[in-house]
């Protein structure tokens, strides 16, 4: 089951890559649909094997066998813990993403739209990301307590920085031959914004958001590292601590599992958009 | 009547893009402005558009002063400047959802004051359809700019510039990008949709066949500081054909402008 979940995702996330590429490795495998479908299933199956092999000169504690993994997987879902754990990390990084990309955008449109604004406050946003949050979390914990906002925080700072640097490229990337056009047809400032600038910017601002999306779970996890009695942080932190290093993969293959949902979330919205019809 | 009166520019960064440059342009007529590149064309154009400020001189259209962006005066540009996320007919309907959307005027006659009642945005439709069929693009209503040929997006911005009725239509090289088949169609499709609609144009080209072939009138500029070396009037009847290029009168015509722009220009 959890071997099937795993296929799933890997195969929808390399037609995601596939979608993007336009290199050589395309070209071969058009020529080659059965080998482009079987290719992700082939690359898993050899992962598992390699994994497995491995794992025969090793003790459990240091490399557990897929097997017990997935054994430690289903014995968390049946006693419901590792959905409480999911759940208590989601509730963290979700808010965390949503929090993150509005402060990118009440930051990023004035950045873009004016010069002043850019000068103001630019140097602080890429100070912002020398940041080495790691280091910085224990302080937020000690500023709002070590709760759910604190968490929700340390999300939406690690989630910022690539949102708001697509905001203000994806708002500066309106050809200048559309600005002419808007200005000719005299269009105010809020029309060209809404019906020109931001439809413009949407390639930029779900490439940003892909990234933020994936880092939403980092930044989740960064947090109950250090003070959680749940999530999925906090289950890799009592495996550590038990030499259960089955269960520490474990949360880390969901981790990892659930970034690609996110990922793939966001790039479903974006095909219901039909953004990549802009390509200007 | 468009004026343009004694205009200079020079750009904040020291380049004198127009000297004393003079046009006249009265209702319904045609010209073509024709120089070597980088003569201050396009800053013309841009100026007549009321896009920039010229460091001197002034634009009249019917005697009021030129100074922005006028309802009245209709762009198109080398670019066809489609949005890529709009069909063929919601492009065209762009100029209406804008900040002149109050002045739209039906067919040039009755004044629609809210564009948004239904009455209005039936007429709106059966106007866009018309348009559409005007410029050849029937069936490609629903069609994205990604899925045109260039030559087709531009029959989109013509159509998108005539939306509003304007008196007056500025064309910059509009064909400049496109194949000689491409190129011929289109002119050909321009020069029929305005002659109809007595649409007063300005356009800015490379390409004296061009100009003879569209133009009442080809003004030829210099090199830059761009100013007015003489103008060419063309008699040839209307409407023009591609096969009026193999008369006598044509190559004259083509000759006459040539000649014009390879004068040797004054040093002063």
Same mark, same amino acid.
């Not at chain 1, 000169?57 to 054994?71: D, K, N």
């Not at chain 1, 968390?76 to 509005?102: F, M, N, Q, R, Y």
């Given at each position: 089951? *959890?071997?099937?979940?795993?296929?799933?995702?890997?195969?929808?996330?390399?037609?995601?890559?596939?979608?993007?590429?336009?290199?050589?490795?395309?070209?071969?495998?058009?020529?080659?649909?059965?080998?482009?479908?079987?290719?992700?299933?082939?690359?898993?199956?050899?992962?598992?094997?390699?994994?497995?092999?491995?794992?025969?000169?090793?003790?459990?504690?240091?490399?557990?066998?897929?097997?017990?993994?997935?054994?430690?997987?289903?014995?968390?879902?049946?006693?419901?813990?590792?959905?409480?754990?999911?759940?208590?990390?989601?509730?963290?990084?979700?808010?965390?993403?949503?929090?993150?990309?509005?402060?990118?955008?009440?930051?990023?449109?004035?950045?873009?739209?004016?010069?002043?604004?850019?000068?103001?406050?630019?140097?602080?946003?890429?100070?912002?990301?020398?940041?080495?949050?790691?280091?910085?979390?224990?302080?937020?914990?000690?500023?709002?307590?070590?709760?759910?906002?604190?968490?929700?925080?340390?999300?939406?700072?690690?989630?910022?920085?690539? !949102?708001? !640097?697509? *905001? !203000?490229?994806?708002?500066?990337?309106?050809?200048?031959?559309?600005?002419?056009?808007?200005?000719?047809?005299?269009?105010?400032?809020?029309?060209?914004?809404?019906?020109?600038?931001?439809?413009?910017?949407?390639?930029?601002?779900?490439?940003?958001?892909?990234?933020?999306?994936?880092?939403?779970?980092?930044?989740?996890?960064?947090?109950?590292?250090?003070?959680?009695?749940?999530?999925?942080?906090?289950?890799?932190?009592?495996?550590?601590?038990?030499?259960?290093?089955?269960?520490?993969?474990?949360? *880390?293959?969901?981790?990892?599992?659930?970034?690609?949902?996110?990922?793939?979330?966001?790039?479903?919205?974006?095909?219901?958009?039909? *953004?990549?019809?802009?390509?200007? | 009547?468009?004026?343009?009166?004694?205009?200079?520019?020079?750009?904040?960064?020291?380049?004198?893009?127009?000297?004393?440059?003079?046009?006249?342009?009265?209702?319904?007529?045609?010209?073509?402005?024709?120089?070597?590149?980088?003569?201050?064309?396009?800053?013309?154009?841009?100026?007549?558009?009321?896009?920039?400020?010229?460091?001197?001189?002034?634009?009249?259209?019917?005697?009021?002063?030129?100074?922005?962006?006028?309802?009245?005066?209709?762009?198109?540009?080398?670019?066809?400047?489609?949005?890529?996320?709009?069909?063929?007919?919601?492009?065209?309907?762009?100029?209406?959802?804008?900040?002149?959307?109050?002045?739209?005027?039906?067919?040039?006659?009755?004044?629609?004051?809210?564009?948004?009642?239904?009455?209005?945005?039936?007429?709106?439709?059966?106007?866009?359809?018309?348009?559409?069929?005007?410029?050849?693009?029937?069936?490609?209503?629903?069609?994205?700019?990604?899925?045109?040929?260039?030559?087709?997006?531009?029959?989109?911005?013509?159509?998108?510039?005539?939306?509003?009725?304007?008196?007056?239509?500025?064309?910059?090289?509009?064909?400049?990008?496109?194949?000689?088949?491409?190129?011929?169609?289109?002119?050909?499709?321009?020069?029929?949709?305005?002659?109809?609609?007595?649409?007063?144009?300005?356009?800015?080209?490379?390409?004296?066949?061009?100009?003879?072939?569209?133009?009442?009138?080809?003004?030829?500029?210099?090199?830059?500081?761009?100013?007015?070396?003489?103008?060419?009037?063309?008699?040839?009847?209307?409407?023009?054909?591609?096969?009026?290029?193999?008369?006598?009168?044509?190559?004259?015509?083509?000759?006459?402008?040539?000649?014009?722009?390879?004068?040797?220009?004054?040093?002063?």
């Amino acid at each position: 089951m *959890v071997q099937g979940a795993v296929l799933m995702t890997a195969t929808s996330t390399s037609e995601a890559l596939a979608t993007r590429s336009h290199g050589p490795a395309k070209q071969v495998m058009a020529r080659h649909p059965a080998a482009s479908r079987f290719a992700p299933l082939i690359s898993l199956i050899l992962f598992i094997l390699v994994w497995q092999l491995l794992s025969l000169r090793y003790p459990p504690f240091i490399l557990p066998g897929p097997a017990s993994v997935a054994e430690r997987i289903v014995e968390k879902l049946a006693d419901g813990s590792l959905i409480v754990h999911i759940a208590t990390t989601l509730s963290e990084a979700i808010p965390g993403l949503i929090l993150g990309a509005l402060a990118a955008f009440a930051l990023g449109v004035p950045i873009a739209k004016s010069p002043l604004a850019d000068r103001l406050l630019s140097p602080f946003i890429v100070a912002s990301q020398g940041i080495p949050f790691i280091a910085v979390a224990p302080l937020l914990f000690i500023w709002f307590g070590s709760g759910l906002g604190a968490k929700i925080l340390v999300c939406a700072l690690i989630v910022f920085f690539p !949102i708001v !640097i697509n *905001v !203000i490229a994806g708002l500066r990337s309106t050809p200048p031959v559309l600005r002419d056009l808007f200005r000719s047809l005299g269009a105010t400032p809020a029309e060209t914004f809404f019906k020109l600038e931001l439809p413009a910017a949407l390639p930029f601002i779900f490439a940003g958001l892909r990234v933020g999306g994936t880092l939403s779970m980092i930044g989740a996890i960064t947090g109950e590292f250090l003070s959680a009695d749940r999530g999925l942080g906090f289950m890799i932190n009592l495996g550590n601590g038990l030499y259960d290093t089955a269960l520490v993969i474990a949360g *880390v293959l969901t981790i990892v599992l659930i970034a690609l949902g996110i990922y793939s979330a966001i790039r479903l919205a974006e095909r219901a958009l039909r *953004v990549e019809r802009w390509a200007t | 009547m468009l004026i343009a009166d004694h205009i200079s520019h020079t750009y904040p960064n020291g380049v004198e893009a127009l000297r004393d440059f003079s046009l006249h342009v009265s209702r319904g007529q045609f010209v073509a402005i024709v120089g070597p590149s980088g003569c201050g064309k396009s800053t013309l154009l841009r100026i007549l558009a009321g896009l920039i400020q010229p460091s001197a001189g002034d634009v009249w259209l019917d005697g009021e002063r030129i100074t922005q962006p006028s309802p009245r005066i209709g762009l198109m540009f080398q670019d066809a400047a489609l949005l890529p996320w709009r069909t063929v007919e919601q492009n065209i309907r762009l100029p209406l959802e804008l900040g002149r959307k109050t002045t739209w005027r039906g067919n040039g006659n009755s004044e629609i004051g809210d564009w948004r009642s239904s009455d209005a945005q039936s007429l709106i439709s059966s106007s866009i359809a018309d348009l559409i069929h005007l410029v050849g693009l029937s069936g490609f209503e629903r069609a994205y700019p990604r899925e045109l040929s260039g030559g087709m997006a531009q029959r989109v911005a013509l159509a998108r510039a005539l939306i509003t009725h304007p008196p007056v239509l500025l064309l910059d090289e509009p064909f400049g990008a496109l194949d000689a088949m491409t190129r011929e169609s289109l002119t050909d499709s321009v020069e029929d949709i305005l002659r109809e609609t007595g649409t007063t144009a300005v356009m800015v080209t490379h390409s004296i066949a061009e100009a003879v072939f569209l133009a009442d009138q080809i003004v030829v500029c210099s090199p830059r500081p761009g100013s007015v070396v003489g103008s060419v009037h063309v008699g040839l009847p209307r409407p023009r054909a591609w096969a009026m290029e193999s008369w006598p009168e044509f190559g004259a015509l083509v000759g006459h402008v040539r000649e014009l722009l390879t004068q040797p220009t004054p040093t002063t």
